[in-house]
């Protein structure tokens, strides 16, 4: 039974699978506009196609970034897929360039699908150092002429920034296409789109979405004809997020700026204190001057924050006590700081280094930590009298 009495200023979820038609010249005008697959239609038709929990989500999600567009799909791995499918052509070069410093995820995906299932022509860019150098990037790009470059502004697990509005233009120079995930700096340090990249993906999963408790992506636009071509490829592989998950992420939005910079401010605060501790060997957080990418972050983000994430390598003689040291670290602060294999969450989790991407860094006693929104001087407190624990 419906009730006419109920008001609420939020948005009913709608879990419809397809949508009520009342006679044949609505429908009939619903498939017709669905040709131009319109971001707001006028007319649901089913919710694989657009759901009106999702796109009240994705409006939020373009006042954020200040996009024309955003579509949201089921997870970061699915926006990365239609992200990238949607410059993919038959009969084309398909040519596209990674910087090597990026999520492993993405690594992945490029090699365990577009390199083996698509056959895509995948190049790489690595840094000369602890950074890139954009006199090698232009020199690359003019031997090589990619159609797509794809590169993140802060990387993982290592923080190395680099000059993003730079790399756009020399990108643009060459004629390629640019996509940015945005992940780690998020649309409160930098906007992309405003410095002319294609395309804007970020796992929403972390610091949008905040909580540790939902999956999500999104791919973000002006290009209109972009947007076409997202929406037919995310309606035909299905790339959906539920309206359930929509109507949850609207609130969770909501506190975004608020919970982002509360993670820069405690980011910046234990990453100092680290850095004078006479158990840390290193610290890497690109808002210290010592970091090699601190003036490009500092450039790049115009000095509002430097993110929510703090790499840092615990001392030892030797490799195995290294190691050691950072194994016991993550027991003593296990009731307060939780290993847990993503970022973002409002609360402080840890990942170590070397279990988990292999000896590609030279680090055994790193540990990648996600600093989340707790009181700062109990954040330091606990890792302090952890530290305190195995000298």
């Known amino acids: 039974m419906k009730s006419k009495n109920v008001k609420s200023t939020r948005t009913p979820i709608y879990k419809d699978s397809g949508f009520l038609f009342e006679d044949i010249p609505t429908i009939q005008k619903a498939f017709t506009d669905e040709i131009n697959h319109p971001h707001s239609p006028e007319h649901y038709i089913y919710s694989r196609y657009r759901n009106p929990n999702v796109v009240e989500a994705e409006e939020q999600l373009m006042k954020i970034e200040g996009a024309k567009w955003a579509l949201l799909t089921q997870s970061g791995q699915a926006a990365l897929d239609v992200a990238l499918s949607i410059?993919?052509?038959?009969?084309?070069?398909?040519?596209?360039?990674?910087?090597?410093?990026?999520?492993?995820?993405?690594?992945?995906?490029?090699?365990?699908?577009?390199?083996?299932?698509?056959?895509?022509?995948?190049?790489?860019?690595?840094?000369?150092?602890?950074?890139?150098?954009?006199?090698?990037?232009?020199?690359?790009?003019?031997?090589?002429?990619?159609?797509?470059?794809?590169?993140?502004?802060?990387?993982?697990?290592?923080?190395?920034?680099?000059?993003?509005?730079a790399v756009i233009r020399i990108a643009k120079k060459h004629g390629a296409k640019v996509i940015v995930d945005n992940t780690f700096a998020t649309a409160m340090l930098w906007k992309p789109l405003e410095s002319g990249a294609n395309l804007v993906y970020q796992s929403v999963t972390k610091y949008l979405a905040g909580h540790g408790n939902l999956s999500a992506g999104a791919v973000l636009g002006n290009d209109p004809e972009l947007l076409k071509s997202a929406i037919e490829y995310r309606k035909w592989v299905g790339h959906m997020l539920s309206p359930d998950d929509a109507y949850r992420l609207v609130d969770m939005l909501k506190t975004f700026e608020m919970r982002f910079s509360r993670h820069c401010q405690n980011a910046f605060a234990i990453a100092n204190y680290l850095n004078s501790h006479p158990l840390i060997e290193k610290v890497l957080y690109p808002g210290l001057e010592s970091h090699p990418t601190h003036i490009e972050a500092y450039k790049l983000f115009k000095g509002k924050g430097f993110g929510g994430m703090v790499t840092f390598d615990i001392k030892g003689y030797s490799r195995e006590e290294?190691?050691?040291?950072?194994?016991?670290?993550?027991?003593?602060?296990?009731?307060?700081?939780?290993?847990?294999?993503?970022?973002?969450?409002?609360?402080?989790?840890?990942?170590?280094?070397?279990p988990v991407w292999g000896d590609r860094y030279p680090f055994p006693g790193m540990i990648r930590l996600s600093v989340g929104i707790e009181d700062q001087k109990e954040l330091i407190t606990v890792i302090g009298n952890a530290l305190d624990a195995i000298k």
């Open 87 to 165: 410059f993919q052509q038959k009969d084309k070069p398909n040519r596209w360039l990674f910087f090597t410093e990026i999520y492993g995820g993405t690594n992945s995906f490029i090699d365990k699908v577009l390199v083996a299932r698509r056959g895509i022509e995948v190049l790489r860019f690595a840094p000369k150092g602890d950074s890139y150098s954009l006199d090698d990037f232009d020199n690359f790009m003019e031997e090589k002429k990619p159609e797509i470059v794809f590169f993140e502004a802060l990387s993982n697990p290592m923080l190395i920034a680099l000059d993003g509005d």
């Open 322 to 354: 290294k190691a050691q040291r950072c194994n016991l670290f993550i027991h003593q602060v296990a009731d307060y700081i939780h290993l847990i294999p993503t970022l973002g969450d409002a609360d402080t989790i840890l990942m170590p280094v070397e």
